[in-house]
Nanobody, 115 residues
Framework: QVQLVESGGGLVQAGGSLKLSCTAS????????RGWYRQAPGKQRDLVAN??????TNCVHFAGGRFVISRDNANTVSLQLNSLEPEDTAVYYC??????????WGQGTQVTVSS
């Protein structure tokens, strides 16, 4: 089992920045890839960015260079959100998938961007 706990969400004005962090515990050595998803009200949950255990990163198109995923240490992965727009308002979820394809999710952290 892997447990994921997010922190760092909040309210920010358009153009501002936030840093989200996700700390894993449990069988972290089993993790292959870690990432962030987001879900806006009434919409599906979409991938934002992920990083595998070689350090290779993937960031989806709407992030447009504004969002950066990084591994702070063996337990913590962060997502730096820059130049935030109201359309980025969503609940952001930390995710991990293990080498045997088990999925784990955090509880989510709210990001609200005001115009």
């Amino acid at each position: 089992q892997v447990q994921l706990v997010e922190s760092g969400g909040g309210l920010v004005q358009a153009g501002g920045s936030l840093k989200l962090s996700c700390t894993a515990s449990g069988r972290i050595d089993d993790i292959d890839t870690r990432g962030w998803y987001r879900q806006a009200p009434g919409k599906q949950r979409d991938l934002v960015a992920n990083i595998d255990n070689t350090g290779r990163t993937n960031c989806v198109h709407f992030a447009g260079g504004r969002f950066v995923i990084s591994r702070d240490n063996a337990n913590t992965v962060s997502l730096q959100l820059n130049s935030l727009e109201p359309e980025d308002t969503a609940v952001y979820y930390c995710h991990s998938i293990t080498k045997n394809f088990m999925n784990f999710w955090g509880q989510g952290t709210q990001v609200t961007v005001s115009s």
